[in-house]
């Protein structure tokens, strides 16, 4: 499911081969196709809905409802909508999903956005997607899919807020190093669908979110900006993440902010809103499905496989030494676990972008930091942006060792946060091209011992 573009080049050791099957396999197992044919099912009418991540499993008898429409978006809306269809048989009525991947769904219309920065064809997708749900009414299902990437492919400015005004915030909100949680603070303030809005708009009917998670701790109110999630945050919140990173918005964004702290403009869907009474969510897949496949996958191959975090965070290059560091421990003296081993993580990194910076992301400068810093020679560095895209480039990561890359050029990368160049010249990117998935960052380190070098 997920080719590899360059993979001989990649897999010029054991352990390089190893670390790139770790995320291949952690890719394909957060595949909607293979996620919803695992969780979700129609029998006789009967929608039901078992996964990992709900006490108990869910079911919808769709005989009661005179239509079922599927919204939503994101970078694995296309593939999640195809495969809802060839679950649920002729029971989905029409729908439309926006995403940068489609997937050749045939009764939900797919529908092209861009990811990170929002773009023109994103904001009539989302336009479409709200003029479904409010077509439903209280005798009707709405299947909400929500993925990663769901923020940026589903822009709906606010009135009366322009697409370019979300542009220029929510690039200055990827460029300054704030958190995603930061970010959807204010995207969705923004936002005619964010912030639990599209539930807004679907209301009375039924709404079924079925979520596929890139957030830390799978909070579904910033999973996509939740829009039928309910939002804690206020507009408050969104002023102070751009007075903290000392951001100048445009004075259309600023004012909007500051005339809803004020209460002139409505506020997102609380948690105590009743209309979220009829509104239900089941996360069906996250970074932890990846994670636990190549998990698998090392222990498969004799490694002893651990892992560190799926919540990790923070600045890459930080994250870098600290994994790093555990590696050689584990090298030196067998602690936490001896070699041969895989150390694996998940979660989402940052990067705080130099006035004059190159070209790279936060997978590239975490494996490039990695190999810098690395003292031993036979540890092999790997990470990948599950939905093939790290940071603005059309590369996934990248995966390294140090004998690989020179130490003062690739310090001097780092300053630059010019990472991809100097992997590009080591055969060191990972090259996937869109997944069909997002459920954030997946990291592998394999510590070899001299018999699987």
């Known amino acids: 499911m997920v080719t590899i573009a360059n993979r001989t080049a990649l897999e010029r050791t054991p352990a390089h081969a190893l670390a790139l ?75 439309v999903v926006v995403t940068d991947d489609p997937a050749g769904a045939s ?15 994103g904001v009539r997708g989302a336009k479409r997607v709200l003029d479904v749900a409010e077509r439903a009414g209280d005798d009707d299902l709405v299947l909400a899919c929500v993925t990663g990437g769901g923020s940026a492919l589903l822009p709906a400015p606010v009135e009366p807020l322009s697409l370019a005004d979300l542009q220029a915030v929510t690039e200055s909100l990827l460029r300054c190093g704030a958190s995603i949680d930061e970010i959807n603070a204010v995207r969705k303030h923004c936002s005619a669908i964010k912030g639990g809005k599209l539930a807004r708009a679907a209301s009375p009917a039924t709404v079924v979110t079925l979520v596929m998670s890139d957030v830390i ?52 869907v609380k948690p ?89 992301g936060p997978n590239q400068e975490f494996v490039l930091g990695g190999a810098v810093e690395l003292d031993v020679d036979d540890i092999v560095v790997a990470s990948v942006d599950t939905d093939g895209i790290d940071g603005a480039t059309e590369v996934a990561g990248a995966i390294a060792a140090p004998p690989e890359i020179p130490s003062e050029e690739g310090r001097t990368a780092l300053a630059r946060n010019d990472a991809r160049p100097l992997l590009e010249d080591a055969e060191s990117i990972v090259r996937t091209g869109p997944t069909g998935t997002n459920v954030n960052d997946l990291r592998v380190l394999v510590v070899s011992d001299d018999s699987n070098a």
Do not use: Q
């Open 21 to 95: 099957d770790c995320l291949v396999v952690g890719m394909e197992a957060a595949h909607p196709e293979a996620i919803v044919e695992e969780t979700v099912s129609v029998r006789d009418g009967l929608l039901r809905i078992d996964c990992e991540f709900d006490d108990e499993s869910a079911e919808y008898d769709l005989r009661r409802y005179e239509r079922v429409f599927v919204v939503g978006g994101g970078n694995a809306a296309g593939h999640f909508a195809r495969t809802l269809e060839e679950v649920s048989g002729s029971w989905i009525t029409e729908g």
């Open 107 to 121: 009764v939900v219309e797919e529908l092209d956005g861009d990811h990170p920065i929002p773009s023109k064809r």
């Open 217 to 268: 701790g799978d909070d579904l109110g910033v999973i996509a900006s939740g829009p039928t999630a309910p939002d804690p945050t206020t507009y408050a919140d969104a002023l102070d993440v751009l007075a903290r990173y000392e951001l100048s918005a445009s004075e259309s964004v600023t004012s909007y902010l500051e005339e809803g702290d004020r209460g002139v403009h409505p506020e997102t």
């Open 272 to 360: 105590t809103d009743p209309l979220l009474e009829t509104v239900s969510f089941h996360i069906l897949g996250s970074g932890r499905t990846a994670i636990d496949a190549a998990r698998a996958v090392a222990s498969e191959r004799g490694y002893t496989p651990l892992v560190l975090s799926a919540r990790v965070r923070g600045e890459a290059s930080d994250a870098a030494i600290t994994h790093v560091a555990i590696a050689e421990e584990c090298h030196v003296s067998g602690e936490p676990v001896s070699p041969p081993a895989v150390l694996i993580s998940g979660g989402e990194t940052t990067v705080t972008l130099a006035d004059d910076h190159g070209s790279g």
